[in-house]
């Protein structure tokens, strides 16, 4: 049973313009929640997390939505650049009850020069 | 943030034999987590191993399939045993940072089972 969804396994977006990818989520009991980035033949890498207790999170040029109520997540990058082509994983935890993270399957990034 | 060094990064092997995949961390860390990715599939995690225990699996996997070894705080060894093709799949090793924000993962093995 998928618990972590990510429905768009690839995305498009020209440079300079917004990325957005989506992360849907079926565990009311998560309550954090993370972007890695993974390029190929490498591990996957922290981008950024937001806590339930929010409902945006900005670094940079990336920021993250949570939306509690419909168990959704949106990643944004503004604005995308050529680097930012990678494999985009969504991840959540329930930190209270084991320290186990829960990743979606991934969406691949291109950005387009 | 921790620096995980895994090994082999990628192995091709023949079905029936088994693959150990090393992992070292740079620092001590109570608990080290083994996933694997199948193509086209979320990390899946196989295992938590604690140092000084036995490793706790997840659903659908076994510890004859799967033996985990952790002798210290800084390593642990996945064993992929009596491969198949259907085991071809990127292993990852990770842990988790000291007050649980994140996890940091290793670079990963990509295995290929012929």
């Known amino acids: 049973d998928q618990q972590v ?34 390029y190929p033949a490498e591990g996957p890498t922290f981008l950024i997390s937001i806590s339930s207790i929010k409902d945006k999170n900005e670094d940079g040029r990336f920021t993250v939505f949570l939306n509690k109520s419909a168990k959704h997540l949106s990643l944004h990058i503004v604005p995308s650049q050529p680097g930012d082509s990678a494999v985009y994983f969504c991840a959540a935890s329930a930190r209270g009850t084991g320290n186990q993270f829960y990743f979606g399957t991934g969406t691949s990034l291109t950005v387009i020069p | 943030s921790a620096v995980i060094s895994q090994k082999p990064s990628r192995d091709i092997c023949q079905r029936g034999t088994s693959l150990t995949i090393q992992c070292q961390v740079d620092s001590q860390v109570t608990m080290m987590f083994w996933y694997r990715q199948q193509p086209g599939q979320s990390l899946t995690l196989i295992a938590t191993a604690n140092q000084g225990s036995e490793a706790t699996y997840e659903s659908g996997f076994v510890i004859d399939k799967f033996p985990i070894s952790r002798p210290n705080l800084t390593f642990s060894t996945l064993t992929v045993s009596n491969m198949s093709p259907e085991d071809s799949s990127i292993y990852l090793c990770s842990v988790v940072g000291d007050v649980y924000t994140e996890a940091f993962f290793g670079q990963g093995t990509r295995l290929t089972v012929v």
Request: a positive charge; charged letters at 20%.
């Open chain 1, 5 to 38: 969804k990510q429905n768009s396994p690839s995305l498009s977006v020209q440079e300079g313009r917004i990325s957005i990818l989506n992360c849907d989520y079926t565990n009311s009991m998560f309550d954090y929640f993370l972007w890695y980035k993974k």
